[in-house]
């Protein structure tokens, strides 16, 4: 972290996170919100290079990357940035002091939007994974025990420890949801099970929220410091930990990071090793009928972080393929196409499927093909073996060298023709359909 002078005093303001009930995309992952003491160009350097290390840990998931990537120049990342007066009042609610205390005067807010796909490309060129824009929704389950008051944080209610969980969540670039909690809840997910870090009521409760990652929390003030307990649980697989603090923000902060510093585990895309062959696959997009939305899906399957490269194949109208190399695996590639609400994942079109079983008679006349070529072979080696039993002389060696280059020679075009035989391997092909923007 930047060690600041007595001129500037930056403080990262709630990132305001959107997101889809279903698709998770995380609107302004690349921006950043600063408090300021004046407009100079130093304090703004300054500023940039903290909202630089901001940016870089939420797209890799970690919250100690600066400590192992050489940090590049901001200014050369930083795509625009504004100013907005801030009254004191608005200054002391967001640092939660006032200025006075802290010794500066805070007047400006200054925003800055940083180049996403840049600093993106500048992690996996420098061998680090990046966890890009579309990201699972995190149902929050978090029960807090103040005195004789226990209860689990609701979305309607206002608190200040939901709001520092949101806060966190907002600065890591996790796009949270906070339960209804009513009786729906309550009938298949009690307060004991979010203690303890139950995974079965957990996440079938989290099933409601449509989403399959859940976050629950413990948090016990004991007269002289909070104790606290977590587990996410995300694709099977479940994580738990406990921290103490006598701070609640802190103490919040540091479990938020923990959890999404394992989410980016599970969920950044890392580049193929050097040496592995890129996989190739075709995408076949529905319902796109304009050069407007060809563009778009263009753009949309560049922009993928686990794409290398796309390539149109046939564009007629109503649908548009391509080829996608990908420079990780399929598995991140459907894991980003699902936490989408740009395309829909949908089956095959018959016709396809015919053209398929065409492939496949094919496929058997090929082996008919080979089967007979075999035969061919093997009829030539009982002459062969003729020659080699024949007589010693020299003339009898000749003949039998000829006829051992002749068996050579017929093999090699038979294997040749055996190899034109087979079908090259099938790139796969998977479908969806462009929704409604």
Known sequence: MLKFTAKILVFVSVLLVSYQAAAGLVASLYDVEILVTDESAEVRNQAFEQGLDEVFVRISGDSIVMDKLKRPP?????????????????????????????????????????????????????????????????????????????YVLKDADQSLLKTAASDALARRGVPARWPIYDNSDRSVLTVADIRGGFGGPVINASKRYATDTALAGSMIWNGAQWQSSWSLFVKGESRHWNLDDT???????????????????????????????????????????????????????????????????????????????????????????????????????QTVTTQSNTTQDNTHQSNADQAATAQTISLIM?????????????????????AQTEKTQVEKNQAEKIGAAIPPKQVPIYYYRLNQR
């Open 247 to 349: 701070d609640y923000g802190q103490l919040i902060n540091k479990a938020i990071d923990q959890a999404a510093d394992m989410l980016g585990a599970f969920f950044a895309v890392r580049n193929a090793a050097s040496n592995q062959q890129l996989v190739s696959i075709q995408v076949d997009i529905q319902a796109v009928n304009s050069i407007i939305e060809y563009r778009y899906v263009e753009n949309f399957l560049s922009g993928l972080s686990a794409v290398a490269h796309v390539e149109p194949l046939k564009v007629d109208g109503q649908s548009a393929v391509f080829s996608v190399l990908l420079r990780s695996n399929e598995e991140d590639f459907h894991y980003l196409m699902k936490n989408n609400a740009a395309l829909v994942e949908v089956r095959a079109p």
């Open 74 to 150: 901001a200014s050369r990342y930083v795509k625009q940035f504004s100013y907005e007066p801030l009254s004191a009042s608005a200054a002391d609610a967001v640092t939660g002091t006032t200025a006075s205390e802290l010794g500066e005067v805070l007047t400006h807010r200054l925003k800055i939007q940083y180049n996403g796909s840049l600093m993106e490309k500048y992690l996996m060129d420098n061998g680090f994974p990046v966890w890009g824009e579309y990201r699972p929704d995190v149902i929050v389950w978090l029960v807090v025990r103040d005195g004789r008051n226990q």
């Open 382 to 402: 009982p002459e062969s073996q003729a020659g080699n039993s024949g007589e010693k002389n020299g003339a009898g060696e000749a003949e039998t060298e000829l």
